[in-house]
């Protein structure tokens, strides 16, 4: 059973809505979750509050991270995931508008997994949301994380 | 004949003592014709005895054979006797002669002989009751104690000799005592043991017997027979023969009364330390062999005794007895011979010291007597001297300085009247005899010599004793030392008193005669005025005759001019003015001899036609010069006066001759001066001139001719002052003649005057001159010596410039010589340094560097006699006040005329303002450094600012536009059915706008960051270059439907990569987007090698650019065309301008409009 949990973690509604709709329109099967900044992000991931239904709010296939939000930054968020014992192995992908080699850089070395970079037309969004699919929910190999998936897997 | 041969061999020792015996006796007896008897009996038995030898001497195996039978004999029957007292054992004995028969037969014949030994032994032994294998034992043992002993004293105790002294005599008795009886006794007894007949028991007491016996028997029986071997004269005299037999007869007493019963009853008194005296009597007055004969005596006797129950050593057996008395006689023995032994040596020392002393005398008296006939020779040379001084007068004396001893010979103490014995001489009681005026002068002179030690003479007077003073002439020398310090001297007195009164009565005499002369030419004087007075008295008539006669005579004989009457060519009269000048000594030389002898040779002609014609009484010249001729030939030249005479009808010539020798060469070295003063006013470089009293032109020289222009004709004659004196000196230089003239004196007479003179043009200049008045008789002429002096007046101008520069100068100008003292130094020196000239002139210039830099002086010397000028040289000096003052040198060589580096001259500026403003400016310039640093710092700090700006700015813009993007897409998309036409052209636009923002943004970043950014200059290839830019306007192209065709292979340029990609990529995207409507784009690529650069060419069909706006294009935001026509956000082409700028190249454009564009970069090659 494959996974389609991805969790979309940007403070911009507006982007968020573009991500939206790019994933309907290719018709993707996945499900989406959203966290507004840092902090919504790590509650979500830690499980904490709200958040504690796994079955409503599942650990995702793939986390996609904005960089520039407020409170919490996204390398921050990353930093963070990298240290969760359970989480460690989450394929994350950053999704922001710099192009900045600073903040790639920083980004590789926190333990992205991978570096995109915002398209400014809808249509390249579509073709990313796409390849990102394609690439990362299905071809790629998944790591086991989670507590619970180790516990299940044996 | 052989035993009878060795008998008289063996006993001619004996023989000869008996011959000596007999020959004293009768030497001291009065039988001198008894005396020659016998001792021609004894020469002739001698002869036959040696006759006797000789007969027998080829037979060596004979005498061998004789001898050790005599030895065999011997050794067999004193052993047999021996072994008579054998009480121990058969074999062993207490008295056992033979070891020394043996050892005395082995060290006289030799080892040779111990085979008689061994049969002797062997022999001895077999007769008694003995086995033969004992008897071979104890053979051998003896034989080996008899070899044994032999060697060993032969080896350490001089053999034969052994008796000679007492060292050898004791090693003779440890030796043969001890060592080889020991060995024999050990060897015999062990035999015995071995074989049986003696048994292990009383081996102890057995041996002890044996080596006893055997030592006292070679202890006393070995010297006896040695000694008796050798010859040993002892001289004997009739008191000897008289003491020998008296103690003989004490011996026999003392061998009677200490051994036998002879003398009293009782027998056995131990009185055996009577032997000791008589064996002192015997070794101290007489030799060792009566000495070992004694003790032989004296064992016969004493065996006898205590064989027969008598004497000290008695004891309860015989054996015991007998050993007692063979140590005692052993003992005996060896202490008697020692003693023996000594006194041989002492009489030896004796002997040879009595021959030493003989040898000595002798030498003495030898050398006594030479020393003798040298004390004569040289007595004989003393008495041969002290009469050479006498009659000379001279006397010597000599003086030791150092110890002011002075040594006279007798002839001095006699010259000085003073008796030799009596008087002891110092050098001051020689002072006392100087004559005290003289005193001080001779004390000089001797101390004089003993400083310089040279040789010296001095007269002085002295005064004798008796109170006559003479005069005396010394000499002397003084002699060194080593060390050069005078230590004698020596000299001669001489008695010049005759000598000098001689010449004092010579100098009297000669005055005396000094004074008659005068008389005398007084007395003639006054004779002579007296013979004139009466010459006067006789004046009378024939005063008139006599007076022409005498006139005539007169001027005949004192004319100094030659006077000569001939008659046909033959002197008849010359006057001795004549003879002088001919060199004749008497008229009657001359007279009657042709006068053509005194005429030289080449005029003979001349003269002789004369003569001739004179001689018929023509004419012929009068007055002519010819060449005479003297007495010695030589030749010179005359004048000649002729005239003729008749007298008595006779012709008579008369000559009077002068000789112009001397006014010829008079004539010739006026020429010769003419010739000299014409060459020097020719070459002279002074004008010389010279001027008459009227002022006229006398000499013009060809200087003068160059100096003043005028030629020598033309101005000869006329008026100097018009010629040369400027017109507004003219005045007084007439002036000046007219007084001179008058007074004889003129003030520029004699030195030398500056004027100005005036050229033939008229151009004044300065001369130099001197003028001299030249003195003749009549008027003075004035000689003038010109020089220009327009050239030197010149240089001193310059001169005295340079020399106001120096002074006037601000800058410290002085110079120094070579030694390094200062010899010009200007008032800027003073200024600067503190010293005046005065003061520092002749001063080291060292005065001026301070001690820490004292070693540039002579480097800066090196460099300035090399000929190097050193500038700028800064360095510190000191002032007069000692202060440091920094300044800056330059040095230069002064040279003199040769070229040669004679000095230096220096100019020391003061730079302390210089170095304090270059301090300043260096202060200035670190503040300005660390301000520039802070301001850069400032800069690049607002440079971050910005750079953080740009980028949030660029960032945070991007949101909105992608939101309003997107969403206007979708409006787009997905609303389509409920938008109008306007509605969709509206939200077309929307999304048109944002996509126009998003260009600009991105090119905006694009061109920041192109100014932000470091850029690493690397090697990049233009294809990888190419071939990026084609994957990103991938779209693009594809789009336009554009062609981008590159001629590979392009080149490698040095750049930066991203640049690069975003210059070519704007430049291709361009071309691709500028064309006519309907135009297939076409963009090429090709590069152009253009050396050390390549140029890279980016050709477009698009719609050209009109030339005015090829500039234009390359401003940002700068545009032509809407954006309706052409998309587009104006920033490309400035990115690519700033770009090409920040990699260091160039861009640029050829484009028409309408005919498409051609862009280039250009930039470095680059190697990779």
């Not at chain 2, 060896?334 to 000595?360: C, I, M, N, P, S």
């Not at chain 2, 004369?610 to 010249?621: F, K, T, Y």
């Not at chain 2, 000649?640 to 008749?646: A, G, I, L, R």
């Not at chain 2, 291709?1068 to 500028?1074: C, D, T």
């Amino acid at each position: 059973m494959s996974n389609r949990d991805i969790l979309i973690i940007d403070d911009d509604p507006n982007d968020t809505l573009l991500l939206q709709r790019a994933f309907q329109r290719t018709r993707l099967v996945c499900s989406l979750h959203f966290a507004k900044d840092g902090e919504e992000a790590v509650a979500y991931l830690s499980g904490q509050g709200g958040y504690a239904d796994r079955n409503q709010y599942p650990l995702p296939a793939l986390v996609l991270l904005d960089l520039k939000m407020p409170r919490k930054s996204g390398l921050e968020v990353l930093e963070w995931i990298r240290q969760q014992p359970s989480l460690r192995r989450l394929i994350v992908v950053m999704l922001t508008s710099s192009n900045q080699s600073s903040d790639v850089n920083r980004a590789y070395e926190l333990g992205a997994n991978s570096y995109l970079v915002k398209p400014g037309g809808f249509d390249t969004l579509m073709e990313l949301v796409k390849s990102l699919d394609r690439y990362w929910l299905v071809l790629n190999e998944a790591p086991e994380f989670g507590s619970e998936r180790a516990l299940r897997a044996n | 004949m052989f035993p009878l041969v060795r008998a008289v061999v063996l006993t001619e020792p004996i023989t000869e003592q008996i011959w000596l015996v007999a020959g004293r006796a009768l030497k001291t007896g009065r039988a001198e014709n008894h005396r020659e008897r016998f001792a021609s009996l004894k020469s002739r038995l001698e002869t036959r005895l040696q006759a006797t030898k000789e007969k027998s001497a080829p037979a060596w195996r004979s005498e061998y054979l004789a001898a050790s039978l005599v030895l065999l004999a011997a050794y067999f029957f004193s052993g047999k006797l021996g072994l008579k007292l054998a009480f121990v054992h058969a074999n062993a004995t207490a008295v056992w002669p033979p070891t020394g028969i043996a050892l005395a037969g082995l060290l006289v014949l030799g080892y040779r002989v111990w085979p008689a030994i061994f049969l002797g032994a062997f022999l001895v032994n077999i007769t008694t009751p003995s086995s033969v294998a004992a008897s071979l034992g104890i053979a051998a043992g003896n034989t080996l104690e008899g070899l044994l002993g032999a060697c060993l004293v032969n080896r350490f105790a001089d053999g034969c000799k052994a008796f000679d002294q007492p060292r050898t005599v004791f090693r003779f008795a440890v030796l043969t005592g001890v060592v080889s009886t020991a060995v024999s006794a050990t060897i015999g007894v062990t035999s015995l043991s071995l074989v049986g007949t003696a048994s292990w028991a009383s081996y102890g007491a057995i041996w002890l017997t044996w080596w006893l016996g055997d030592a006292a028997g070679a202890l006393v029986f070995a010297p006896l027979f040695v000694l008796w071997s050798e010859k040993r004269a002892l001289p004997w005299s009739r008191n000897r023969v008289f003491e020998a037999t008296l103690f003989l007869v004490v011996l026999f007493l003392v061998g009677q009364s200490v051994f036998t019963g002879l003398i009293s009853s009782s027998r056995n008194y131990p009185l055996s330390f009577l032997c000791i005296p008589l064996m002192a009597w015997a070794a101290f007055r007489f030799g060792q062999r009566e000495t070992v004969m004694s003790t032989c005596a004296l064992s016969g006797i004493a065996l006898w005794g205590t064989l027969h129950g008598y004497g000290p050593f008695v004891r309860d057996t015989q054996h015991e007895s007998l050993i007692f008395l063979q140590a005692f006689m052993g003992v005996l023995s060896v202490t008697g011979l020692a003693l023996a032994a000594v006194v041989a040596e002492h009489r030896q020392a004796q002997e040879g010291l009595r021959k030493a002393h003989d040898e000595l005398e002798r030498r003495v008296i030898e050398r006594t007597t030479e020393l003798a006939k040298t004390n004569l020779a040289l007595q004989a040379n003393r008495e041969q001297l002290a009469k050479a001084q006498q009659v000379a007068q001279v006397g010597s004396w000599e003086w030791d300085i150092a110890g002011n001893v002075v040594n006279w010979s007798d002839e001095l103490y006699r010259l000085y009247g003073l008796n030799p014995k009596e008087v002891s001489l110092t050098y001051e009681r020689f002072l006392e005899c100087v004559h005290p005026d003289d005193r001080q002068s001779v004390r000089e002179t001797v101390q004089r010599a003993c400083r310089d030690h040279k040789p010296f003479t001095f007269d002085h007077r002295i005064v004798r004793p008796d109170g006559t003073e003479r005069i005396h002439h010394g000499r002397g020398r003084v002699i060194v030392n080593d060390t050069g310090k005078a230590v004698r001297m020596i000299g001669t007195g001489q008695d010049v008193t005759e000598g000098k009164l001689a010449e004092a009565s010579l100098c009297n005499v000669r005055d005396a005669l000094e004074e008659r002369v005068q008389e005398r030419t007084a007395e003639l004087a006054a004779a002579n005025e007296a013979f004139m007075a009466e010459i006067v008295e006789h004046k009378g008539t024939a005063e008139a005759l006599r007076d022409s006669q005498t006139k005539f005579q007169a001027i005949f004989e004192n004319s100094m001019d030659a006077i000569g009457v001939s008659k046909n060519g033959i002197h008849v009269l010359v006057n001795p003015a004549y003879l002088r000048m001919f060199g004749y000594s008497q008229a009657a030389d001359v007279v009657g001899r042709p006068v053509l002898e005194c005429v030289a040779s080449s005029q003979h002609d001349v003269i002789r036609e004369r003569i001739q014609r004179r001689a018929v009484g023509d004419e012929a010249p009068t007055h002519y010069e010819t060449r005479g001729l003297r007495s010695d030939g030589s030749e010179f030249d005359l004048e000649v006066d002729v005239s003729s005479y008749k007298l008595k009808g006779e012709i008579y010539t008369l000559v009077i001759l002068r000789d112009v020798t001397a006014r010829r060469r008079a004539e010739q070295l006026l020429r010769d001066s003419e010739a000299l003063k014409g060459a020097i006013l020719e070459s002279a470089l002074d004008s010389i001139i010279a001027m008459d009293h009227e002022g006229r032109v006398v000499e013009w020289n060809p200087a003068a001719e160059r100096t003043f222009g005028y030629r020598r004709g033309e101005v000869i004659g006329r008026e100097m002052s018009e010629l040369i004196v400027p017109p507004a000196l003219r005045e007084r230089h007439r002036q000046g003649l007219a007084r001179c003239l008058d007074t004889g004196e003129g003030s520029v007479l004699g030195r030398r005057v500056e004027m100005t003179a005036m050229r033939a043009d008229g151009e004044e200049f300065p001369v130099e001159l001197a003028i001299s008045r030249i003195p003749r008789d009549g008027p003075p002429t004035f000689t003038g010596y010109v020089r220009d002096v327009t050239e030197r007046k010149r240089a001193e101008e310059l001169r005295n410039q340079m020399a106001a520069i120096v002074e006037s100068s601000s800058d410290a100008i002085f110079s120094k010589a070579l030694d390094g003292v200062i010899v010009s130094w200007n008032a800027g020196a003073e200024r600067v340094f503190g010293y005046s000239a005065r003061e520092i002139i002749g001063r080291p210039v060292t005065l001026l560097i301070p001690p820490d830099r004292l070693d540039e002086e002579s480097s800066i010397l090196e460099r300035l006699t090399s000929g190097e000028r050193i500038e700028h040289y800064e360095t510190v000096r000191l002032r007069k006040d000692g202060s440091g003052i920094d300044v800056s040198l330059t040095i230069s060589p002064i040279r003199d005329s040769a070229g040669r580096v004679i000095g230096a001259s220096k100019i020391a500026r003061d730079i302390t303002e210089r170095k304090r403003a270059e301090e300043e400016i260096r202060k200035l310039n670190t503040d300005l450094e660390q301000r520039v640093i802070e301001r850069t710092a400032q800069l690049e700090a607002i440079n971050k600012e910005l750079e953080s700006f740009t980028y949030s700015v660029s960032h945070d813009l991007r949101a909105p536009l992608r939101a309003m993007q997107g969403l206007a897409t979708a409006l787009e998309e997905d609303y389509r059915e409920c938008l109008d036409d306007a509605g969709r052209d509206y939200a077309r636009r929307i999304v048109a706008a944002a996509g126009r923002m998003e260009a600009l943004i991105q090119d905006l970043l694009a061109y920041s960051r192109l100014s932000r950014t470091d850029l690493e200059f690397k090697p990049v290839a233009l294809d990888s270059v190419v071939s990026d830019v084609r994957l990103q306007l991938e779209a693009d192209l594809k789009e336009r439907n554009a062609l981008l065709s590159v001629r590979t292979p392009l080149p490698t340029v040095e750049g930066h990569r991203p640049t690069l990609v975003q210059i070519v990529g704007n430049l291709v995207s361009n071309g691709a987007k500028f064309v006519a409507p309907g135009v297939t784009p076409q963009v090429t690529l090709w590069a152009e090698d253009r050396g050390p650069l390549v140029r890279l060419w980016v050709e477009d069909n698009g719609i050209g650019i009109p030339s005015e706006y090829h500039e234009r294009i390359f401003h940002i935001f700068d545009r032509l065309h809407g954006v309706e026509t052409y998309p587009g956000t104006g920033i490309g082409l400035a990115i690519v301008q700033k770009g090409v700028e920040r990699l260091g190249g160039t861009v640029g454009v050829e484009s028409a409009e309408g005919h498409g564009s051609r862009f280039w970069v250009e930039f470095k090659k680059g190697t990779l």
